[in-house]
């Protein structure tokens, strides 16, 4: 069974920076994709990075390109997820996913109802 913990979060302030990560376990292979989605109350949640286990090959939404960065350690089944610059509107629980039946980050990356795992989120708010 795949399980996620997502770690890192926290209270920070804008402009600050955070490291999420992302430990996982319960993996047959390295075939799987790795999403970061984030949500806040009343909204759905929202895609940010994608990373593929086996081969590396990130996908972004366009908006968090430039903040934010992901990154896989295979040898510790963890998946980070770097955010530079935050800003008030970055506040929100963010959660890691992933999905069984894709190998990599497909087209459809940023839906979540594609994925089959889910870690229980981590906190993030940015406030001064």
């Known amino acids: 069974q795949v399980q996620l913990v997502e770690s890192g979060g926290g209270l920070v302030q804008p402009g600050g920076s955070l490291r999420l990560s992302c430990a996982g376990s319960g993996f047959d292979s390295d075939y799987y994709p790795i999403t970061w989605f984030r949500q806040v109350p009343g909204k759905e949640r929202e895609g940010l990075s994608c990373i593929s286990l086996h081969d590396g090959n990130t996908r972004y939404k366009n908006s968090m390109k430039a903040r934010f960065t992901i990154a896989r350690d295979n040898a510790k089944n963890t998946v980070y997820l770097q955010m530079n610059n935050l800003k008030p509107e970055d506040t929100a629980v963010y959660y890691c996913?992933?999905?069984?039946?894709?190998?990599?980050?497909?087209?459809?990356?940023?839906?979540?109802?594609?994925?089959?795992?889910w870690g229980q989120g981590t906190q993030v708010t940015v406030s001064s």
């Open positions: 996913a992933t999905d069984s039946v894709w190998p990599n980050c497909g087209e459809n990356w940023e839906t979540p109802k594609n994925y089959d795992y």
